[in-house]
């Protein structure tokens, strides 16, 4: 690929030196499982994250699945989240025989629209159904409204739980992903902004009780050996790819910052053009995990950048429910329009690494 959507071969030759000798110790001492890198990368992107509490954990989804359930979501709550994200934000609240609700999304954001989640509270509250929690996404690398949704989730008596699988490092109003929440979690997979050499994930939260729970329940229910409180999991991290994040993590904002460059070229590149780029709110630090455009035909564009060798993708291309997944929950075609009308038009570019220039404007 002339252009890749995201250039992991070019970060490994920026780590590897200090990689290699981590790597290297952990082997020689296999310390494969709970090694002290697993707690060192807790600790500094505790730090990193301005928020008090980090649990490692095997990859995302489980990271959403154990935040729900520490938080006492059970089978048969609903749960409100919207319909433009990937599909495990659901699959995490299904997993446990609780009730995905969809709400739409901001038209300019693309994330969740704090007027579509006060009327759905407000339905769901008057027809008496067992709403217990709302999951925010922080889709492409910018937060949600999260003053104005957890003061509603608040004022609702819901926990909070941001999906900031796709936003290390972003601010809204100078605050991080878990400090508005109950909690907050993160995915290190490959190509995510920060992104192990395999599947990895992370809970933050300011509730040390919360992440005392999550950190049994991932290490099945373990007070000490052989000895289990309750019946938890496996759902650890790997201490290898702990040594993979521990390195990544000190590159993390000069990786951010390439990405934040590259999306203000974008806007130069644009301007005057029929794409539409994407809507960083003034008091949001937007960290580029996908630099989304609108174009209206978008397919013919990708394409030609194809030919280009020149990657594009869409995030994404069905939205959740219209997925043959979710045909049981009973929504149908037009339900969502605003989420309905981004997945026929949207297009993820390069915007870590190389990006397109004049000759690959559509
Ligand atoms: C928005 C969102 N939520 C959750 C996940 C799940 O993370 P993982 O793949 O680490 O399980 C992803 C991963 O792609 C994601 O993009």
Redesign the pocket.
């Known amino acids: 690929m002339n252009i890749p959507l995201t250039n992991l071969g070019k970060q490994k030759e920026q780590i590897w030196d200090e990689l290699w000798p981590l790597w290297e110790r952990i082997i020689q001492k296999s310390q494969y499982i709970n090694g002290p890198e697993v707690k060192q990368f807790e600790e500094e992107f505790a730090t990193y994250s301005r928020i008090p509490h980090s649990v490692a954990l095997?990859?995302?989804?489980?990271?959403?699945v154990l935040a729900l359930k520490g938080l006492g979501v059970q089978q048969n709550d609903l749960v409100i989240t919207v319909p433009n994200?990937?599909?495990?934000?659901t699959e995490?609240i299904s997993v446990i025989g609780a009730r995905p609700v969809f709400v739409d999304v901001d038209p300019d954001t693309m994330l969740m629209d704090p007027d579509q989640l006060q009327a759905c509270i407000e339905r769901l509250r008057s027809e008496n159904k067992p709403v217990t929690a709302v999951v925010p996404?922080?889709?492409y690398g910018q937060m949600c409204d999260m003053e104005t949704i957890s003061d509603l989730a608040t004022r609702a008596g819901l926990k909070v739980i941001e999906?900031?699988?796709?936003c290390h490092g972003a601010e809204h109003k100078g605050n991080p992903p878990g400090y508005y929440g109950d909690a907050a979690?993160?995915?290190?997979?490959p190509?995510?902004n920060l992104g192990a050499f395999g599947?990895?994930?992370a809970v933050l939260t300011k509730d040390a009780k919360l992440a005392e729970w999550i950190k049994m329940a991932a290490n099945h229910g373990r007070q000490e050996k052989y000895t289990h409180a309750f019946e938890g999991t496996n759902n650890r991290m790997d201490t290898i790819q702990a040594a993979v994040l521990l390195v990544k993590l000190r590159y993390l904002e000069e990786w951010t910052n390439k990405r934040i460059e590259n999306a203000a070229c974008y806007e130069t590149l644009f301007n005057g053009t029929e794409v539409g780029t994407p809507c960083c709110k003034p008091f949001n630090r937007h960290v580029y995990?996908q630099y989304v455009v609108r174009y209206r035909q978008r397919d013919q564009w990708k394409e030609k950048l194809q030919e280009k060798d020149i990657a594009a993708g869409i995030?994404y291309p069905l939205p959740l429910h219209l997925q043959p997944a979710y045909a049981y929950l009973g929504y149908g075609k037009g339900d969502f329009p605003v989420s309905e009308k981004a997945a026929d038009e949207i297009l993820s570019i390069p915007v870590d690494d190389e990006i397109l220039t004049q000759s690959d404007l559509p």
């Not at 994200?85 to 934000?89: E, K, R, W, Y």
């Not at 999906?163 to 796709?166: G, L, P, T």
């Open positions: 095997s990859n995302g989804t489980d990271a959403l994200t990937f599909i495990a934000t995490a996404v922080h889709l999906d900031s699988a796709q979690t993160f995915s290190f997979y190509g995510k599947d990895a994930g995990h995030h």
